[in-house]
Antibody, heavy 117, light 107 residues
């Protein structure tokens, strides 16, 4: 069974940093592009970015490129999202997803991030 | 960025009714489109990819069509479990972008 489990979410103060992890199992992790998508409370989906199999190519949505960094550890079957300079606008559920051509065919349950003092 | 405009924003349908949701791209996306269903408190689930290919395990009452800038998702016979929010997403160009969603409810 394909499984993605995010961790590392929580309450963080404005201006601080936070790193999310996504543990993958049930498939050959190093064969797939992986990505992050977020969803602010009561809002739609926003694509953050994605990384290719060997980390040689990483694409971001332009507005988050200077704040967020995506990385992966294929030996640990884990995807990461490093977030810095967090503001209230970054409060959201953060999903990791497996990318397959057009579309994302497996999603984690999401990690909740709340930015507040 | 490619803008994705979904319509309607919400709709209600009776059991057994046919439902159609539209998605318009701001430029030709050459069938690089996916559809997702999201139920309350759950993560999105892929329904359709490549505009018209049904994801494994998705009921055959779901279908996708379209080309160029205009795409649609059809549910041929509305079921209770089809309630949720539906999103389209273009996968042709970075940054990938989603439509704003269509909330579907049972009438």
């Amino acid at each position: 069974e394909v499984k993605l489990v995010e961790s590392g979410g929580g309450l963080v103060q404005p201006g601080r940093s936070l790193k999310l992890s996504c543990a993958a199992s049930g498939f050959s992790f190093n064969d797939y592009w992986m990505g992050w998508v977020r969803q602010a409370p009561g809002k739609g989906l926003e694509w953050i970015g994605e990384i290719n199999q060997d980390s040689s190519t990483i694409n971001y949505t332009p507005s988050l490129k200077d704040k967020f960094t995506i990385s992966r550890d294929n030996a640990q079957n884990t995807l990461y999202l490093q977030m810095s300079k967090l503001g209230s606008e970054d409060t959201a559920i953060y999903y990791c997803a497996r990318a397959v051509g057009v579309g994302m065919d497996a999603w984690g349950q999401g990690a909740s991030v709340t930015v507040s003092s | 960025d490619i803008q994705m405009t979904q319509s309607p924003a919400s709709l209600s349908a009776s059991l057994g009714e046919t439902v159609t949701i539209q998605c318009q791209a701001s430029e030709d996306i050459y069938s690089g489109l996916a559809w997702y269903q999201q139920k309350p408190g759950k993560s999105p689930q892929l329904l359709i990819y490549g505009a018209s290919s049904l994801q494994d395990g998705v009921p055959s009452r779901f279908s996708g069509s379209g080309s160029g800038t205009q795409y649609s998702l059809k549910i041929s016979s509305m079921q209770t479990e089809d309630e949720g929010v539906y999103f389209c997403q273009q996968g042709l160009k970075y940054p990938l972008t989603f439509g704003s969603g269509t909330k579907l409810e049972i009438k």
